[in-house]
């Protein structure tokens, strides 16, 4: 997991998990946590993650944790000689409070 600071508040974060180990619900639980954490402890309120829209995975990740998609960037990068798309996905303490009422009941 990497969590870039954007200010004293706003993160960005990003996962990896290994190949050999994927779709096994890490990501899921590892995102969850390191959101948790943010909130909870670290004393963030707004959190964000950048996904390439061809990846399936991590669009699925973000749905499935709850992040809430706000953008989508047409173009917004070369990748091997093609643009790409971007969405990217936030969720703020109080959203990240609902959802997890909603998630226990
Ligand atoms: C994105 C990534 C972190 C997901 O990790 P993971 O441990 O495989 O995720 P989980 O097993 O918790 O799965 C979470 C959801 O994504 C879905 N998913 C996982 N891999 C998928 C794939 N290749 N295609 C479609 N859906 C996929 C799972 O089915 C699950 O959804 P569900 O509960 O509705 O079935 C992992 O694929 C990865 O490290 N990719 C490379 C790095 C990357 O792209 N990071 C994201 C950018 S920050």
Known sequence: MECDWDNSTSAELGILVEPGT???GIGNTALAQVIDFAF?????TRLW????SSNAAALRLCQRV???EKKRVP???LE???WVDHVYFSVLSE???RIETVQKT
């Not at 909870?40 to 963030?44: P, R, T």
């Not at 993650?49 to 390439?52: A, E, P, R």
């Open 22 to 24: 994927q779709r096994r």
């Open 40 to 44: 909870e402890e670290a004393g963030a």
């Open 49 to 52: 993650v950048g996904v390439v």
């Open 66 to 68: 709850g992040l809430v």
């Open 75 to 77: 173009d917004a990068a």
């Open 80 to 82: 091997g000689g093609h």
């Open 95 to 97: 959203e990240w409070r």
